[in-house]
């Protein structure tokens, strides 16, 4: 069994700043491609931004040069930090991990079960 659990979410005023955390955790071989995501009430789940295993990241546009995400392969942890946070930015966030749990099987995809960020302007 895996489990993605994320922390770091809250109430923050517009220009602030948080960083959020994906800990994975459990029977797992190989963590692939990572990402955060995130569902605004009324919308679609939209990638907020994703990194390889060897640290290649891409960002949505709305969140280029505010977003950072990072990751610890040793530790089984994703980060994002969030700087100069907007209103629009409210959102529950959700991490994503593509992940083998071991060597005969192929990658499966796992989510977090997501963290609320709120922007207050």
């Known amino acids: 069994q895996v489990r993605m659990v994320e922390s770091g979410g809250g109430l923050v005023q517009a220009g602030g700043s948080l960083r959020l955390s994906c800990v994975a955790s459990?029977?797992?071989?190989?963590?692939?491609?990572m990402a955060w995501y995130r569902q605004a009430p009324g919308n679609q789940r939209e990638l907020v931004a994703g990194?390889?295993?060897?640290?290649?990241?891409n960002y949505a546009d709305s969140v280029k040069g505010r977003f950072t995400i990072s990751r610890d392969n040793a530790k089984k942890t994703m980060y994002l930090q969030m700087n100069i946070l907007k209103p629009e930015d409210t959102a529950v966030y959700y991490c994503h991990a593509k992940i083998r749990r071991n060597w005969a099987l192929l990658e499966d995809d796992y989510w977090g079960q997501g963290t609320q960020v709120t922007v207050s302007s």
């Open positions: 990194i390889t295993t060897g640290g290649r990241t």
């Open positions: 459990g029977s797992i071989f190989q963590i692939n491609d």
